[in-house]
């Protein structure tokens, strides 16, 4: 979990990766275009070459529903007010399982 704050130390942007190790993907959600990305991960490694820099690289499906609770078992270390705002986006993007994520 990456979280940027404004300088009054709102939160203005966040990134979630998940299933590092297997199938990693990112998303991200900016808070000025209210825009949220799902990404899947290239990690750069190829059998027998030196292993390149990580990219993002369109997702080929939608965020897992069960993304949100996966986080809500684990972000009690994020305040509540930004934990309840990553907990909604999460849910919307889930949402949208089935239909065509930009990113």
Request: glycine residues 8%; negative net charge; contains cysteine.
């Amino acid at each position: 979990m990456f979280l940027w704050q404004d300088d009054a130390g709102a939160l203005c942007r966040f990134q979630l990766c998940y299933d590092l190790g297997h199938d990693e993907h990112a998303l991200t959600w900016i808070r000025d275009t209210s825009e949220t990305t799902h990404h899947s991960v290239d990690d750069g490694e190829e059998p027998g070459e030196y292993g390149a820099s990580p990219i993002l690289c369109a997702a080929r499906h939608a965020p897992p529903p069960e993304l949100a609770e996966r986080f809500r078992a684990v972000g009690d270390s994020i305040p509540q007010s930004e934990r309840e705002l990553i907990l909604r986006v999460l849910t919307e993007a889930a949402a949208c399982a089935g239909g065509q994520r930009r990113g």
